[in-house]
């Protein structure tokens, strides 16, 4: 074989507009069918270095070859075909999204070939691509490839639709662990105090997929999962940490199985992965659900022998996320962007349904529902997207990771299931999973299957009414003697632009309270108007619910006899549909149709439902009113009016606040005290349960063992506000500490400061500090603009520090500093000074369109409900 000399003279960079390029998906006309990457590592370090091999086959003869690469100061490329190499120049053309090129002096034959490029880099900030950061003194690395952070790791495809296998060779100094997707085969010497990792081939993967994680790691082996009736052997699991913090790893490891067998169980496949490592990274927002290596915010997996029932409900729920990801998104992958919302929807909505079926005191029914109605306030925004949004261009990617594609396509996908039934809904999930395996596929492939399970071919166009187009539909129902009138049209809030005109064809179940049963009836509504006939034989109608079973994706609207026999029945109405009674008049409230005494009224009525979502839901949109809305004597008064709806619940389950004392409670009663504590002690600033909280603060400084973990946010936030001598400089040393939730309750604690010299002190000397994770950092920020004390010098502060504040995240998620002043101000002339600085940081970004159009959307839609609910604000003062 002929072997000629690599010549690579530049990695250039120019401006877009240059020339054409690839700008979203790439062609295929070269086909990725292998990769191996060789990387040489050391955390202590600012750069990285590596080559990639990639075999390819050409589809036609060509000089050039699209790609993507971002950051990459590339040394060498070539082409190897059959006896020949070829010189190649790399050249990055989109230096914001990471578009490349290859070039051959000489025409380059179709068919197979090997590209060869050797490169540096720096390392990623934060969860960026390969990402370095520093855990007390020492360094560590964590990869986040995901959506297009893989392209600044490593040249390559960086395109979804692309999946192979991934050989992964890690050079790291002596005494470092390495851990990657596939199985360690060998490790020896690479060079004085260096070590040689090599890790087997993967099963096919995209680029987005691939993982590693390099430091002075602690390892904990955890017992294989049992082999299971779908003929696999047992999967070895660990749990992976920063050094010190392994025997936290304790639980995850011994629950695991659990929530991997409950999965097998239900997609009819067994784990498609040789081993399972589960990874806690102190700087990971969230978690991502690399293939045989998933990597977790460290709150979510060191649980220590205290770790509170929210904290153990975050790992039930997130970890049946990432798990259900093995499956759906790893084993099956969305061929595009546009479909990344059924990849992320499906396990939002499995992973509620695995963490409810295993731990249903921790994690109830309602989530589905509660998630999704957190998505229609986004949905209710003239500036929106559809779930299933066409994607053109890279810069598009990130607007698809949102409430949208999460909650709502959850709650789209819950609705599906509650009208088809839910065996048909596993086995379309089943048949359109096991035609696909190790492969990709869209969302019209999935639709296919589950119209195929159900044999009803209409489920298809009642999906897409609902993915491919924006907006919240609204039901209004009008009851008569015999029959149920029903009319959609589109949520609108006051203020709103949205035009009418749409239909959605909605699956919409009703649930009629008679006085000897309750009947279901399920209509598919294809038109703007429809009419349900009044089931016989329950007896006397007492109430009806027009979202049975909470289960639909829309809100409704009652005439005004039926509102009220419903509300009569909330506090004994199932969960999910007292939360979406709860819901409705929270729309009502934001559409001008409700007052502010009928949601006050409410939330005094189902403060005594039995479920905690639903008895506090009003509470937490009253303080939301309070902190936005009003000046601060009505402000004052609206906290009382919340104060005295909650306090008698918690003086019934009493303000516990040791760990000793709060030990044989159930995980119901302690979560209920911890929400109720933040409502009437913080929010509805209840004097005597706010001195017992201001005590407790104190007495947890010399013994920091006595309060309850799972309170400590709600204590310290007192303990903040009250001026507790030693209390802020406590929280801001465990902002650094190794305690993960210590430092996620003490960002909460501090972001509530309302003491103008402290906020300033946080802004100066924390927020800033790399020390701090960026997640810490950021909910101190948003928390000070949420707060009206500290609104203003806080926005201020914000526009002068954008330039660092951006530096402090990765690439792709600069653009959310923009949505924070989105849930801070309610007035015109803000939500113009928004938009211009959104303006100018959207032109600097690159991105963060959509994101800065909904923050001043929330801004105005805030501004014009307040001047139609200010009478009624006045009336607060009025006595």
């Given at each position: 074989?002929?072997?000629?000399?690599?010549?690579?003279?530049?990695?250039?960079?120019?401006?877009?507009?240059?020339?054409?390029?690839?700008?979203?998906?790439?062609?295929?006309?070269?086909?990725?069918?292998?990769?191996?990457?060789?990387?040489?590592?050391?955390?202590?370090?600012?750069?990285?270095?590596?080559?990639?091999?990639?075999?390819?086959?050409?589809?036609?003869?060509?000089?050039?070859?699209?790609?993507?690469?971002?950051?990459?100061?590339?040394?060498?490329?070539?082409?190897?075909?059959?006896?020949?190499?070829?010189?190649?120049?790399?050249?990055?053309?989109?230096?914001?999204?990471?578009?490349?090129?290859?070039?051959?002096?000489?025409?380059?034959?179709?068919?197979?070939?090997?590209?060869?490029?050797?490169?540096?880099?720096?390392?990623?900030?934060?969860?960026?691509?390969?990402?370095?950061?520093?855990?007390?003194?020492?360094?560590?690395?964590?990869?986040?490839?995901?959506?297009?952070?893989?392209?600044?790791?490593?040249?390559?495809?960086?395109?979804?639709?692309?999946?192979?296998?991934?050989?992964?060779?890690?050079?790291?100094?002596?005494?470092?662990?390495?851990?990657?997707?596939?199985?360690?085969?060998?490790?020896?010497?690479?060079?004085?105090?260096?070590?040689?990792?090599?890790?087997?081939?993967?099963?096919?993967?995209?680029?987005?997929?691939?993982?590693?994680?390099?430091?002075?790691?602690?390892?904990?082996?955890?017992?294989?999962?049992?082999?299971?009736?779908?003929?696999?052997?047992?999967?070895?699991?660990?749990?992976?940490?920063?050094?010190?913090?392994?025997?936290?790893?304790?639980?995850?490891?011994?629950?695991?199985?659990?929530?991997?067998?409950?999965?097998?169980?239900?997609?009819?496949?067994?784990?498609?992965?040789?081993?399972?490592?589960?990874?806690?990274?102190?700087?990971?927002?969230?978690?991502?659900?690399?293939?045989?290596?998933?990597?977790?915010?460290?709150?979510?997996?060191?649980?220590?022998?205290?770790?509170?029932?929210?904290?153990?409900?975050?790992?039930?729920?997130?970890?049946?996320?990432?798990?259900?990801?093995?499956?759906?998104?790893?084993?099956?992958?969305?061929?595009?962007?546009?479909?990344?919302?059924?990849?992320?929807?499906?396990?939002?909505?499995?992973?509620?349904?695995?963490?409810?079926?295993?731990?249903?005191?921790?994690?109830?029914?309602?989530?589905?529902?509660?998630?999704?109605?957190?998505?229609?306030?986004?949905?209710?925004?003239?500036?929106?997207?559809?779930?299933?949004?066409?994607?053109?261009?890279?810069?598009?990617?990130?607007?698809?990771?949102?409430?949208?594609?999460?909650?709502?396509?959850?709650?789209?996908?819950?609705?599906?299931?509650?009208?088809?039934?839910?065996?048909?809904?596993?086995?379309?999930?089943?048949?359109?999973?096991?035609?696909?395996?190790?492969?990709?596929?869209?969302?019209?492939?999935?639709?296919?299957?589950?119209?195929?399970?159900?044999?009803?071919?209409?489920?298809?166009?009642?999906?897409?009414?609902?993915?491919?187009?924006?907006?919240?539909?609204?039901?209004?129902?009008?009851?008569?003697?015999?029959?149920?009138?029903?009319?959609?049209?589109?949520?609108?809030?006051?203020?709103?632009?949205?035009?009418?005109?749409?239909?959605?064809?909605?699956?919409?179940?009703?649930?009629?309270?008679?006085?000897?049963?309750?009947?279901?009836?399920?209509?598919?509504?294809?038109?703007?108007?429809?009419?349900?006939?009044?089931?016989?034989?329950?007896?006397?109608?007492?109430?009806?619910?027009?979202?049975?079973?909470?289960?639909?994706?829309?809100?409704?609207?009652?005439?005004?006899?039926?509102?009220?026999?419903?509300?009569?029945?909330?506090?004994?109405?199932?969960?999910?549909?007292?939360?979406?009674?709860?819901?409705?008049?929270?729309?009502?409230?934001?559409?001008?149709?409700?007052?502010?005494?009928?949601?006050?009224?409410?939330?005094?009525?189902?403060?005594?439902?039995?479920?905690?979502?639903?008895?506090?839901?009003?509470?937490?949109?009253?303080?939301?009113?309070?902190?936005?809305?009003?000046?601060?004597?009505?402000?004052?008064?609206?906290?009382?009016?919340?104060?005295?709806?909650?306090?008698?619940?918690?003086?019934?389950?009493?303000?516990?606040?040791?760990?000793?004392?709060?030990?044989?409670?159930?995980?119901?009663?302690?979560?209920?005290?911890?929400?109720?504590?933040?409502?009437?002690?913080?929010?509805?600033?209840?004097?005597?349960?706010?001195?017992?909280?201001?005590?407790?603060?104190?007495?947890?400084?010399?013994?920091?063992?006595?309060?309850?973990?799972?309170?400590?946010?709600?204590?310290?936030?007192?303990?903040?506000?009250?001026?507790?001598?030693?209390?802020?400089?406590?929280?801001?040393?465990?902002?650094?500490?190794?305690?993960?939730?210590?430092?996620?309750?003490?960002?909460?604690?501090?972001?509530?400061?309302?003491?103008?010299?402290?906020?300033?002190?946080?802004?100066?000397?924390?927020?800033?500090?790399?020390?701090?994770?960026?997640?810490?950092?950021?909910?101190?920020?948003?928390?000070?603009?949420?707060?009206?004390?500290?609104?203003?010098?806080?926005?201020?502060?914000?526009?002068?520090?954008?330039?660092?504040?951006?530096?402090?995240?990765?690439?792709?998620?600069?653009?959310?500093?923009?949505?924070?002043?989105?849930?801070?101000?309610?007035?015109?002339?803000?939500?113009?000074?928004?938009?211009?600085?959104?303006?100018?940081?959207?032109?600097?970004?690159?991105?963060?369109e959509l994101v800065a159009a909904r923050a001043v959307e929330s801004i105005e839609l805030c501004a014009a409900s307040k001047a139609q609910h200010t009478a009624e604000f006045v009336a607060l003062t009025a006595d």
């Open positions: 074989m002929i072997r000629l000399t690599a010549v690579l003279l530049v990695c250039a960079a120019f401006t877009a507009g240059a020339e054409e390029y690839p700008h979203g998906q790439l062609s295929r006309d070269v086909v990725p069918q292998r990769y191996a990457l060789a990387l040489d590592i050391d955390p202590r370090r600012t750069t990285f270095s590596g080559t990639a091999d990639i075999d390819v086959v050409i589809g036609q003869p060509t000089q050039r070859i699209w790609l993507h690469g971002r950051g990459l100061r590339v040394s060498a490329a070539t082409l190897s075909a059959g006896d020949a190499t070829l010189p190649l120049t790399y050249t990055e053309v989109d230096t914001v999204n990471g578009v490349a090129r290859l070039d051959s002096a000489t025409r380059i034959a179709a068919g197979p070939a090997t590209l060869h490029l050797a490169y540096e880099a720096d390392f990623g900030r934060g969860m960026s691509g390969i990402g370095r950061l520093l855990a007390g003194d020492e360094a560590y690395v964590f990869t986040q490839m995901e959506p297009i952070d893989a392209r600044a790791a490593f040249p390559g495809f960086d395109d979804p639709q692309f999946k192979t296998p991934f050989e992964v060779t890690v050079v790291a100094p002596e005494g470092d662990f390495v851990v990657s997707n596939a199985r360690l085969v060998s490790r020896g010497p690479a060079g004085k105090g260096l070590v040689r990792h090599r890790f087997a081939p993967t099963l096919p993967l995209p680029t987005y997929l691939v993982a590693f994680a390099v430091g002075p790691l602690a390892v904990a082996e955890g017992q294989p999962i049992a082999a299971h009736e779908l003929e696999r052997p047992p999967i070895p699991q660990r749990g992976i940490a920063t050094r010190g913090q392994g025997s936290k790893l304790t639980y995850v490891l011994e629950h695991t199985p659990a929530i991997v067998t409950a999965l097998e169980d239900y997609f009819g496949i067994a784990y498609p992965y040789p081993k399972l490592d589960q990874i806690a990274s102190p700087d990971m927002p969230g978690a991502m659900e690399n293939a045989g290596a998933v990597i977790y915010g460290d709150s979510l997996l060191l649980l220590g022998a205290d770790a509170p029932p929210a904290q153990l409900r975050g790992f039930y729920e997130v970890a049946a996320h990432e798990l259900a990801h093995q499956w759906f998104g790893d084993l099956v992958t969305p061929r595009w962007w546009d479909d990344i919302w059924l990849n992320e929807a499906f396990a939002s909505w499995m992973g509620a349904k695995i963490a409810h079926q295993l731990r249903p005191d921790l994690s109830p029914a309602t989530t589905i529902t509660d998630d999704a109605l957190l998505a229609m306030v986004t949905d209710s925004q003239q500036a929106g997207r559809p779930i299933r949004q066409p994607i053109s261009d890279n810069s598009q990617i990130t607007t698809a990771f949102d409430d949208i594609t999460y909650k709502k396509g959850g709650g789209v996908l819950s609705m599906i299931e509650s009208y088809i039934g839910p065996e048909k809904f596993r086995d379309g999930v089943r048949l359109h999973l096991g035609r696909h395996l190790h492969g990709s596929a869209t969302a019209d492939d999935f639709f296919a299957a589950m119209a195929e399970a159900a044999k009803d071919p209409a489920i298809i166009d009642a999906f897409r009414s609902f993915v491919e187009q924006p907006g919240l539909p609204l039901v209004t129902v009008e009851r008569h003697a015999n029959a149920l009138s029903l009319a959609q049209s589109r949520y609108a809030p006051t203020g709103s632009t949205i035009a009418q005109g749409q239909l959605w064809k909605i699956p919409l179940c009703v649930n009629f309270y008679g006085e000897r049963a309750t009947a279901k009836r399920c209509t598919l509504m294809r038109g703007r108007h429809a009419t349900m006939g009044l089931p016989q034989g329950i007896g006397a109608i007492d109430a009806v619910m027009p979202n049975a079973g909470g289960a639909g994706y829309y809100r409704f609207a009652l005439d005004e006899a039926s509102a009220a026999a419903l509300l009569a029945r909330g506090t004994s109405l199932p969960d999910s549909e007292a939360l979406v009674l709860a819901d409705s008049i929270k729309g009502g409230f934001a559409s001008g149709n409700v007052i502010l005494d009928t949601l006050l009224d409410a939330m005094a009525s189902l403060a005594s439902h039995p479920s905690r979502q639903v008895s506090t839901s009003l509470g937490l949109e009253a303080h939301d009113i309070a902190n936005r809305m009003l000046d601060d004597a009505q402000r004052q008064v609206l906290e009382r009016r919340i104060g005295a709806a909650y306090g008698p619940q918690l003086a019934k389950l009493g303000v516990v606040l040791d760990a000793a004392g709060n030990a044989g409670d159930s995980a119901e009663t302690r979560l209920l005290r911890r929400a109720l504590l933040f409502l009437v002690g913080v929010a509805g600033r209840d004097a005597d349960v706010r001195a017992q909280l201001a005590a407790a603060a104190a007495k947890s400084l010399q013994d920091p063992a006595w309060l309850d973990s799972g309170l400590r946010d709600r204590v310290w936030t007192v303990g903040v506000q009250e001026k507790v001598p030693g209390v802020v400089d406590a929280l801001v040393k465990a902002l650094t500490g190794d305690d993960s939730l210590a430092r996620e309750q003490a960002a909460f604690a501090l972001g509530l400061a309302d003491d103008a010299d402290v906020a300033e002190r946080l802004r100066s000397e924390v927020i800033l500090d790399t020390r701090v994770p960026a997640s810490q950092a950021m909910t101190i920020l948003a928390f000070q603009l949420a707060q009206p004390v500290t609104r203003a010098a806080a926005w201020q502060w914000m526009q002068q520090s954008a330039g660092p504040l951006g530096e402090r995240l990765p690439q792709f998620a600069r653009q959310f500093l923009l949505q924070l002043p989105a849930q801070a101000f309610c007035d015109r002339q803000s939500a113009a000074d928004v938009k211009a600085f959104a303006e100018r940081k959207v032109k600097e970004y690159g991105q963060g």
